[in-house]
């Protein structure tokens, strides 16, 4: 099976662009699993975050799916188009990745 | 972002403290608190967010301490247990302190209210194998490590004089004058340089079992911590031994649970392993076994050995691995013992009386690490150890449960004895140039063209699974490490970056950096080791040989990884 997954890149101030990547898939694969293997085949520069792959724990591969907001380790992929754009209203990092962490667990705490 | 920052993007934020923790797990949670409460100021750093980067959010079972709850009970027997766990390996100093302190940690973590299940008033403690008596607490339904997390972090946010901050990823120890003086690191988000000046260190990254292609690890776990110690002049222990999980989840795809989850399971509810031939195989290996207790026939290594017998004899599953089945029980059984579990599962598509699940050995703890003294110092005057980044108290082989446990306790000594140092110091030792090399190799990462380093790290796993698994021969061994060394001259002593924030490119290469050390670490010692005990088995040389009864101590000199033995310690630490 194959899915598609078209991605919003970019970092903040540049008018964001969408990539779409083809990945190969098995029945219950999930959106992270589709994000980390394009990053061994196709553009290791991708961003995403995530930790902990497979226990739902970690809670850090929240992203837009389908316009829903979802843990992209939970959800599966399906043959045809996915979108997958950063959170909207966390301040953008870089492709799918947004500042997500508590403001005081943050470098910078007032940013 | 403040206006400052932004205009000398290349001079690096500094940050000063008393005590440095890298690595936000139960181990670096706890130490942070201890740290604190002795009066010291702290930096708490992950590379991920804090409390959810590592193992421990993700760990789903038990916390084993003689609590004496469910059946009278003394830490002294935990402690017989441990050591027997650990065929003879086992620093005594360290697994005391684990088993000694263990109570008073747990008791501590009900008083926060972490919500140890309970039975008619008292916590209930589940037998689990190589425990002489119940003994272990848990959090229903598998959500123990969540659990322990969130009541860490809760704390956390209720303490004074921590400050934590997510997203930064310590690349190198500093150093003055052999001392450990700070830290400098990479903040992911913003792609700058940090230094931080400290007078202790405390590493609590946890493990390295992400060296490995089938793995219960978050993408944390290439084991930063034992890579952070060598190159800052510390010694390693008992690195070859890499505890594998018999029945890791394999297929289908499971999402959502930790792939460890079936040994519950299998101990509430027995459940067989069957081969491609829908036979059951363990019989066969049983035979070798003199420890099985009924329920469960084979051991852990046993049962790794059995499963990956098979495979290789042209009987495994689908997927390479053993069917796990339970089509035996009806489904009332299932359903009463797990709950809201069977409904995750049928989120997944499974079901469990109607179909077996396909589980395979994973790489799940490693029983190796820092070497260190009774206070948690490494031989770096300055430089503390805890949780699962601590080599010594587990030996050759640990007990499930003793993990959480020794992350608590670990911690809290670690972190007290950390700040115990800071306060005795009275100024820092920190300057500039400790941090020199670690930011001029930061500031010559670079684009250009490489292989694909994501599949560099695809293919170290690979090579580490199949050449320096479970079970180990001479020449698998001596390919390893002619692998890694190929590896090591491919990604080349540069960092190559592809992005100015949030790269990770970056972040594996150094990663690599780390892991293809590590994984030397490993593999080294392996190869020394002309005998199988506990975790580490040889084909070539089956049987554990007595003239074998010492610990191996990695260090690096001059770059090169040095090999030496000595004798395991014994006697006590008072806690
Ligand atoms: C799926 C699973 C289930 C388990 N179940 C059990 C169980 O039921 N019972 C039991 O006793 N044990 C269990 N274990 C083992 C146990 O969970 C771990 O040994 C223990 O939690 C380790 O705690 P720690 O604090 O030492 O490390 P971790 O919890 O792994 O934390 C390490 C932290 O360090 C951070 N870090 C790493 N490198 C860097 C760096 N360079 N810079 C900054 N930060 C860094 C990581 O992001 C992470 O947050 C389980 C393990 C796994 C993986
Ligand atoms: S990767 Fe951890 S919750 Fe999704």
């Known amino acids: 099976m194959k899915a598609t997954l078209a991605i919003q890149r970019g970092v903040p101030g540049e008018t964001p662009r969408l990539e779409s990547f083809e990945v190969a898939f098995e029945h219950g694969q999930s959106v992270l699993d589709g994000l980390r293997a394009l990053r061994l085949v196709a553009d290791p520069s991708l961003a995403f975050r995530f930790s902990c792959i497979n226990a739902n724990a970690c809670k850090e591969c929240m992203m837009l799916i389908d316009g829903k907001v979802d843990y992209a380790c939970t959800v599966r992929l399906k043959e045809g188009v996915t979108a997958l754009a950063p959170l909207p209203k966390k301040a953008l990092i870089r492709d799918l990745v947004t500042e997500i962490a508590p403001p005081d667990e943050r470098l910078w705490p007032r940013a | 972002m403040t206006a ?88 005594e100093r360290m697994a005391a302190l684990l088993c000694e302190d263990g109570p008073r940690r747990l008791r501590e973590m009900d008083g926060w209210k972490v919500g140890w299940a ?22 229903d339904f598998l959500s123990t490590g969540p659990a322990v997390s969130r009541t860490l972090r809760t704390q956390l946010n209720n303490a004074n004089g921590i400050r934590r901050i997510g997203d930064l990823m310590i690349v190198d120890i500093a150093l003055r004058n052999g001392e450990a003086c700070g830290a400098t690191a990479l903040h992911l988000t913003t792609g700058q340089a940090v230094t931080l000046a400290a007078k202790a260190v405390v590493i609590a990254t946890g493990g390295l079992t992400g060296l490995y292609r089938r793995n219960s690890a978050s993408s944390n776990m290439g084991g930063d911590g034992y890579a952070l110690a060598l190159r800052a002049g510390a010694e390693l222990i008992d690195m070859e031994f890499v505890q594998f999980f018999p029945i890791g989840h394999l297929a289908p795809r499971l999402v959502g649970m930790d792939p460890i989850m079936w040994d519950p399971f299998r101990y509430k509810l027995g459940g067989k392993l069957l081969n491609a031939e829908m036979r059951e195989f363990e019989q066969d290996y049983a035979t070798q076994d003199t420890r099985s207790d009924g ?90 150890v805890s949780g699962e980044a601590v080599g010594g108290a587990n030996g050759a082989n640990r007990l499930s449960g003793n993990a959480i446990t020794e992350a608590l306790v670990f911690g809290a000594h670690a972190g007290r004895n950390a700040a115990q140092r ?30 694909n380093l994501a599949a560099v790290v695809a293919e170290l796993k690979g090579l580490m699974a199949d050449l320096v698994g479970p079970f180990r021969t001479e020449p698998k061994l001596r390919s390893a490490i002619k692998a890694i060394e190929r590896l090591k001259a491919e990604i080349g002593e540069v960092p190559v970056s592809s992005a100015a924030v949030f790269d990770p490119v970056l972040v594996d290469w150094l990663d690599l950096r780390n892991m293809l050390l590590v994984a030397q670490s490993v593999t080294v010692p392996a190869l020394a080791r002309t005998e199988s005990r506990g975790a580490h088995q040889r084909e070539d040389y089956p049987g554990l040989d007595e003239s074998w009864g010492v610990n191996q101590i990695v260090a690096l000199s001059n770059g090169k990884i040095e090999l030496s033995r000595s004798a395991p310690v014994t006697g006590r630490a008072a806690a």
């Open chain 2, 4 to 91: 400052a920052a932004n205009n000398d993007a290349m001079a690096p934020t500094h940050i000063e403290t008393d005590v440095l923790v890298i690595g936000a797990g139960g181990a670096g949670m706890y130490a942070a608190l201890e740290a604190a409460k002795a009066g010291a100021s702290v930096v708490l750093a992950d590379r991920s967010l804090i409390g959810r980067g590592g193992a421990t959010v993700m760990a789903q079972m038990t916390v084993a301490a003689a609590l004496g709850e469910q059946t009278p009970d003394h830490w002294e027997y935990h402690l017989s247990d441990t050591l027997a766990a650990g065929r003879g390996l086992c620093d």
């Open chain 2, 295 to 384: 329920r469960y026939v084979l051991t852990r290594d046993l049962a790794t050995y059995a499963i990956t017998r098979e495979v290789e004899a042209g009987r495994g599953s689908p997927a390479g691995g053993a069917y796990l089945s339970f089509q035996h029980l009806p489904e009332a059984d299932i359903r009463s013992a797990f709950g809201p579990v069977v409904d995750r599962l049928a989120a997944n598509g499974i079901d469990l009386a109607k179909h077996p699940v396909e589980v395979a050995p994973i790489a799940h703890y490693h029983m190796g690490g820092v070497r260190a003294d009774e206070t948690l110092q490494t031989r770096v005057p300055g430089l503390y």
């Open chain 2, 118 to 139: 309970r039975e008619d008033g008292h916590i209930k403690q589940a037998q689990a194998p190589g425990h002489d008596r119940p003994r272990c607490a848990y959090v």
């Open chain 2, 422 to 451: 800071a306060l005795q110091s009275s100024s820092t030792k920190w300057q500039p140039q400790a941090a020199g090399p670690t930011l001029d190799l930061l500031r010559s990462a670079h684009k250009r063209d490489v292989p």
